[in-house]
């Protein structure tokens, strides 16, 4: 069994509880951080840590954090981001639905080594349930003395406000996110101004995915050093997997990083294999926007070493061969499933979550969307395979959110690594309407490659 | 053009002012416009669905033009800018619900309920439309029903068909 940080008690009965969650030592981090610690050395810690964030982009919390201006007598917010919609992604609903009080414990020591005095967590409008949940949980914090004025008696006082969004992927993006808190529409802004120094309301301010800010707590109660520990290089502590698709067990698992692909698909602890004994085509190891890798680049590397779940290891090869740890929605597709419908499926999302305020991505996402309509329903020609490559390349890197990235992104691993089946289904339109194009050599084991002596 | 199907206007109850009231309390002095998502959340709760004469309201309440509230109501896609049945269904059509069957239960609700997505059953009770990924891949297909936003999972044919049925003898 591999170490639980934020799972470790999600199966207690009443954990959901303030009473239940302080039984199994909830809120130590707060009495730890606020009574003894500086803010300068809970940033510190985190810093020691080395926890990157868990929404998707991997950057260093503690770095984020150390960026914050702190001009003299104007507010600094932290800012939860708990918009969660990427497709293939539901850890963060999970922790919120059952262990409410980790996220809340996490954003009082948070707000606290940032100097916030007042915190909003943004859920996504959609999540109403975990909405009420998270607002009953602050209110059990706030009525034992967690929250409020002069908490624990140390003179810090700190209100949490639950906001909900209104639906729109695209405030997930943290700039999109604040737009949306100040009651406006979600565009995201020009950066700079990164909002660490013009923010929320123009303040300074932090925004950090759900995870991130519950790995806060294990972090304060352990040690940063102890938290570094766990994982394999640059990749550490542990990480909330949501794997979907055609799974034994699909579901949220706590992994701790560097753990093998393979040993994640397969073994009981974890999905349990690939559902009605059918066999791995491919798979979207981060979210829907990386890159998709065929059966056999998933498992492995391209020089035949086992492929990691890790930053750095999902990452090896760069987009050619590998693809990226992202929020960790991992995604697995069976021998059954049609690559170009997928492909077209996300393309839809993203032509329908854009904010329309770039014309790269508000045309070329509708222009994706339409070739691979065309293509997935047998009216395709070869020529389109090329035009849907030149679209997504004309989008990626022109836009100033990345959500034209990851539209782009999932476009052109399909190809990259699809072609074929591209192409199948403009050569053979009408058996593509009633048959798939099958696993191919999707899943051909790739040899380690021969070692050779070193010159 | 915003396409807002007009109706007699709406008077706010003094319950729902209340709560107007402690959601505007939240943000710092003159921010209060952060409060409208939540605000037109309330006004879908309540009349479910968002009307301009609600929306004008509300932007009185904030001190802010009617403009900012339409912009804002048209951009997100939870807001119902026409009336939905009592039920309205949402159905998550992303691709890892569809990889476990999703669009088989949006055209079984088109048949079951016997009207196209966005229309309103004859009684009023039901509505459904495919929506974006809903967060919660794992155990798909998924549905949401508002104004609660209570959530169904690992969706059968049968288990909709059941759905419907209990939601009809509850009304």
Redo the contacts between chains.
């Keep these: 069994m591999s170490r639980k940080l934020l799972l470790e008690h999600i199966n207690v009965p009443g954990i959901n509880t303030l009473e239940v969650y302080r039984q199994k030592g909830g809120y130590r981090a707060v009495e730890k951080a606020l009574k003894t610690l500086t803010p300068e050395e809970i940033v510190e810690e985190v810093k020691k840590s080395g926890l990157r964030g868990r929404g998707g982009a991997g950057f260093p919390t503690g770095m984020k954090w150390s960026f914050l201006a702190k001009p003299e007598g104007v507010?600094r917010y932290l800012v939860c981001n708990a918009d969660?919609?990427?497709?293939?992604?539901?850890k963060?609903?999970y922790l919120m639905t059952y262990i409410p009080h980790a996220l809340i414990e996490g954003m009082i020591v948070s707000s606290f080594a940032l100097g916030a005095k007042?915190s909003y967590i943004y859920v996504?409008?959609?999540?109403?349930?975990q909405i009420r949940i998270l607002e009953r949980a602050i209110a059990e914090a706030k009525a034992a003395g967690w929250l409020g004025k002069n908490i624990l008696g140390t003179g810090y006082d700190l209100?949490l406000?639950v906001?909900?969004?209104?639906?729109?992927?695209i405030c997930g993006e943290e700039t999109a996110l604040l737009e949306?808190?100040?009651?406006?529409?979600?565009n995201p802004r020009i950066k700079p101004p990164f909002p660490a120094i013009a923010g929320l309301?123009g303040c300074p301010t932090v925004v950090n995915n759900v995870e991130s800010i519950a790995a806060v707590v294990p972090i304060i109660n352990d040690g940063g050093d102890e938290y570094a520990k766990i994982g394999i290089g640059r990749s550490t502590g542990t990480k909330l997997i949501?794997?979907?698709?055609?799974l034994v067990k699909?579901?949220?698992y706590e992994i701790e990083l560097g753990l093998p692909v393979e040993e994640f698909i397969y073994s009981d602890e974890y999905c349990g294999g690939i559902a009605n004994g059918k066999r791995l085509k491919a798979t979207?190891a981060g979210g829907?926007s990386v890159p998709v890798l065929p059966a056999n680049l998933t498992l492995k590397l391209a020089n035949g070493e086992p492929r990691l779940m890790s930053y750095e290891s999902l990452s090896e090869g760069g987009f050619a061969t590998g693809t990226m740890l992202g929020s960790g929605?991992f995604?697995a597709?069976d021998e059954d499933?049609c690559i170009v419908?997928?492909t077209w499926?996300?393309s839809r999302?993203y032509h329908?979550?854009s904010?329309g305020q770039c014309s790269p991505c508000r045309e070329g996402t509708g222009w994706m969307e339409k070739i691979l309509h065309k293509i997935e329903h047998g009216h395709g020609t070869m020529d389109d395979v090329d035009l849907l490559w030149d679209v997504q390349r004309k989008i990626e890197g022109n836009t100033i959110c990345p959500l034209g990235d990851a539209a782009a992104w999932p476009v052109a691993s399909a190809i990259r690594h699809f072609r074929d089946e591209f192409e199948w289904h403009i050569k053979e339109p009408v058996k593509s309407q009633q048959q798939n194009y099958g696993i191919a050599d999707y899943a051909k084991p790739i040899e380690k490659a021969p070692v050779t002596e070193e010159k | 053009m915003l396409k807002v199907e007009e109706q007699t206007p709406v008077v706010f109850s003094s319950e729902l002012l209340a709560k107007f009231d402690e959601i505007k309390s939240r943000y710092p002095e003159g921010k209060q416009k952060s409060a409208l998502l939540p605000l037109l959340h309330l006004v879908q709760a309540e009349y479910l669905w968002v009307s301009t004469s609600a929306m004008d309201q509300v932007a009185e309440y904030l001190n802010i033009q009617s403009i900012e509230v339409y912009e804002v109501a048209t951009f997100y896609t939870m807001y119902f800018l026409k009336p939905q049945g009592k039920y309205a269904l949402e159905v998550c059509r992303t691709g890892p619900c569809c990889l476990v069957g999703a669009e088989k239960i949006l055209s079984h609700l088109e048949e079951k309920l016997g009207v196209k997505e966005g229309e309103v059953t004859p009684d009023g009770l039901f509505s459904f439309r495919g929506v974006e990924c809903l967060a919660a891949c794992g155990f798909g297909p998924v549905l949401q029903i508002s104004p609660e936003y209570t959530f169904y999972e690992n969706l059968t044919t049968e288990s909709v068909d059941k759905l419907i049925e209990d939601l009809t003898n509850k009304s």
Excluded: W
């Design positions: 507010a969660e919609s990427e497709p293939g992604t539901f963060d609903r007042v996504r409008g959609e999540m109403m349930p209100e406000y906001q909900p969004g209104g639906g729109a992927y949306s808190l100040e009651g406006k529409r979600g309301y949501s794997a979907s698709g055609n699909p579901g949220v979207v829907s929605g995604i597709f499933q419908r997928n499926n996300f999302f329908h979550e904010c």
